[in-house]
């Protein structure tokens, strides 16, 4: 008897279990889509939340390293470390593609080269780290033209300007012909302290573009000024734009930047230590720009700048450009196999 109810028991159990499956709804997609979308905002609070995380935790490993140098932040005591390129070239992308992914830098990135217009330079090109994200596909019936008409890039390191050849190569070797069809492309080795070729129609260039390079050079005032020279001041559309990295307006983390600058120099290359607003701010009062934008993100330590010609520069300006002389090496003998020069 009490087997067989036992058997009853289960019996039941599983004929209500069936049931209540049978007489389950199906899933609202509506519902669905609504869950999905709260789970957005959520998900881009956990990246931004993972990526500043890293960047904090590669300060604070970094900074357990000794400061020798109390006064690291100032430029007079900063040496020269820009040759760390030659030998950082292969491994660079590497090295800080995952910790610029995951501080948005990529984006970033995107958003200042897509503003480029007309003859562009790239200045302190590196290992062309925005190549992919320029306007410069051909018309077609979904889109106009490009804005940009020609793309020089230079950097001081001949390593530094191979790998951005062959990366060009590799994102557009199989795809020229979506590209502007008279798009000039050049690659140069050569001191962007001195004087930079003029664009390829001979005249100064509409826009100038540089990120992460003042933080390499000895004279980051010096390499913005001279920019300027290069640009063609007399067109008030004309602009340069600057994505840096530099001091907090946090005290505690430029306490951590000193702690680890000179150790980061000697790996990196670069001094994320220095006040870039105030040495773009006196680039742009030597040469007669004005900074148009300035933003800043990670606790203040990225830096993002746009400057443009002042009223009175523009109408002041010489029409005649000063003709500047090419660069130290031209590394563009490649592209005339492909009726590029």
């Known amino acids: ?65 000794p400061c020798t140098n109390p006064k690291v932040a100032d430029l007079a005591e900063q040496k020269d470390v820009v040759s760390r390129y030659d030998y950082t070239a292969d491994s ?15 984006s970033t990135r995107k958003t200042l080269s ?34 940009v008409d020609s793309l020089t890039f230079i950097d001081i390191s ?3 300007v191979e790998v951005c050849k062959k990366k060009w190569m590799a994102l557009f070797g199989s795809k020229l012909a979506t590209l502007k069809p008279d798009l000039s492309v050049r690659f ?7 004087n ?19 933080c390499s050079t000895p004279t980051p005032v010096a390499l913005v000024a001279n920019m300027v020279k290069h640009l063609d001041t007399s067109n008030p559309d004309a602009r340069i734009y600057l994505l840096e990295h530099g001091r907090s307006y946090m005290p505690w983390v430029n306490n951590i930047l000193d702690q680890s600058a000179e150790k980061h120099a000697e790996l990196h290359g670069c001094w994320f230590n220095r006040e ?29 700048f746009e400057l443009k010609p002042k009223a009175e520069t523009v109408a002041t300006q010489a029409i005649t450009p000063t003709k500047a002389t090419e ?13 590029w020069k």
């Not at 209540?20 to 931004?48: H, W």
């Not at 005249?203 to 540089?210: E, P, R, S, V």
């Open 114 to 147: 897509q503003k480029c217009h007309g003859n562009v330079l790239e200045v302190s090109c590196g290992t062309g780290r925005n190549l992919g994200y320029y306007d410069i596909e051909r018309e077609d019936s979904r889109r106009p033209a490009g804005k």
């Open 92 to 106: 660079f992308d590497s090295e800080v593609g995952l910790s610029e992914f995951l501080m948005g830098l990529n």
């Open 158 to 160: 001949p390593q530094m």
């Open 196 to 214: 930079m070729p003029l664009a390829p129609n001979g005249k100064k260039y509409d826009t100038i573009i540089q990120t992460m390079g003042m």
């Open 276 to 304: 870039i607003g105030s040495l773009v701010q006196e680039a742009a009062d030597q040469t007669g720009l004005e900074v148009a934008t300035e933003r800043r993100h990670h606790a203040g330590t990225t830096w993002v």
């Open 1 to 65: 008897m009490m087997t067989e109810e036992g058997i009853c028991f289960v019996e039941e159990a599983i004929y209500t279990s069936r049931k209540d499956v049978a007489e389950e709804a199906p899933p609202n997609p509506n519902e669905a889509a609504i869950v999905r979308a709260r789970k957005l905002p959520l998900l881009g609070a956990s990246v931004f939340a993972v990526g500043l995380g890293f960047y904090c935790l590669q300060l604070f490993i970094a900074a357990r390293q």
């Open 188 to 194: 140069l080795t050569g001191s962007a302290l001195g």
């Open 327 to 339: 660069a130290s090496t031209a590394s563009e003998g490649w592209l005339a196999k492909i009726g």
